[in-house]
């Protein structure tokens, strides 16, 4: 990983010098078994039973970025609009 991947990423702000500007580089870069993977992000906003609301990304497994849930899958109970409506009817 390099610290490109960790661009948008709430700890990226260590990456940059920290509080004092002592920090070279955020703590979990150097940790040993991250790596990039795909996973699915969702605004807090929104409702997680909305399965389109899930968006498939690509960012570095220890990634979190304020009002975003990140997920390895999406839930199962996570349903379309067609199957929500199917349930109603």
């Given at each position: 990983m390099d610290k490109k991947d960790c661009a948008g990423c709430e700890q990226d702000f260590y990456n940059h010098g920290g509080v004092d500007g002592s920090t070279k580089e955020c703590w979990l870069l150097k940790g040993k078994g991250h790596r990039i993977r795909k996973m699915y992000r969702i605004p807090m906003n929104i409702p997680m039973n909305q399965r389109e609301a899930?968006?498939?990304?690509?960012?570095?497994?220890?990634?979190?970025?304020?009002?975003?849930?990140?997920?390895?899958?999406?839930?199962?109970?996570?349903?379309?609009?067609?199957?929500?409506?199917a349930e109603c009817d």
């Open positions: 899930y968006e498939e990304v690509r960012v570095p497994d220890c990634y979190r970025r304020k009002g975003y849930g990140y997920y390895a899958t999406i839930p199962t109970y996570a349903k379309t609009a067609e199957q929500r409506k």
